[in-house]
């Protein structure tokens, strides 16, 4: 078992939908989860990080967080050509003393116009 | 502010030469990171430092790969000899030492550098 899991996609959703993306995690002692969106030939980019259960909103982007069902989700409302991208669901876990950010395979999004 | 700087920002190299990565951390972040990035894959770290210490290099495969952060600021990635399996894109991320109450763990978030795409033929 990877210890972040997504679905590679692609996702395609029309644009002004919302688009829906999950992630899970393995590590029950983790607290620190983090939305990372990457273009194509680009480097991540931090959009959204979540520490408590619950939602947070930011602007279109809204994270879940369920530690109980280890499980992490990002909801991008009215969705736009220009979210299409791989996004990046990182989770900091703990391997010993260590903090370490571990991320998923990432899924791969398109609006289409 | 200036964001991670990182170059160069492509390199082809034949096998069994080296290559050298640089890379500069935002200003006042403490902690750097290197990743390696296959294609469709996440990035996978490979050796983070606090200040000038390595703390975490169990993933640098020390046969080949070594790193260095000799005053605490900028860092040098280097791989001695390259094998074609290496290309991929190494990148360089940094991040302060927050206050426990700021991230739940006392890490704040990480920003990354563009990255250097490395080819090896």
């Known amino acids: 078992q990877k210890e972040v899991e997504q679905n590679s996609g692609p996702l395609s959703v029309p644009e002004g939908a919302i688009a829906s993306l999950n992630c899970t995690y393995s590590?029950?002692?983790?607290?620190?989860f983090f939305w990372y969106r990457q273009y194509s030939g680009k480097s991540p980019e931090l959009i959204m990080s979540?520490?408590?259960?619950g939602d947070k909103e930011d602007g279109r982007f809204t994270a879940q967080l369920n530690k109980a069902s280890q499980y992490v989700s990002l909801l991008i409302r009215d969705s736009q050509p220009s979210d299409s991208a791989t996004y990046l669901c990182?989770?900091?876990?703990?391997?010993?003393?260590?903090?370490?950010?571990?991320f998923g395979s990432g899924t791969q999004l398109t609006v289409l116009p | 502010e200036a964001g991670v700087v990182q170059s160069p920002r492509y390199k082809i190299i034949e096998k069994k030469q080296p290559v050298a990565f640089w890379c500069n951390p935002i200003?006042?972040?403490?902690?750097l990171y290197w990743y390696l990035q296959n294609l469709g894959q996440g990035p996978e770290l490979l050796i983070r430092y606090e200040n000038e210490e390595a703390v975490d290099d169990s993933q640098l495969p020390k046969d080949r790969f070594s790193a260095e952060r000799l005053k605490g600021v900028d860092s040098t990635l280097k791989i001695q000899p390259a094998e074609l399996g290496d290309s991929a894109v190494y990148l360089c991320a940094s991040s302060s030492r927050g206050r426990r109450g700021t991230s739940g763990d006392g890490y704040n978030e990480q920003f990354f550098g563009p990255g250097t795409r490395l080819t090896v033929l």
């Open positions: 200003s006042g972040h403490n902690t």
């Open positions: 990182a989770v900091r876990s703990f391997r010993g003393s260590a903090r370490q950010l571990t």
């Open positions: 979540i520490y408590s259960n």
């Open positions: 590590d029950r002692g983790s607290q620190s």
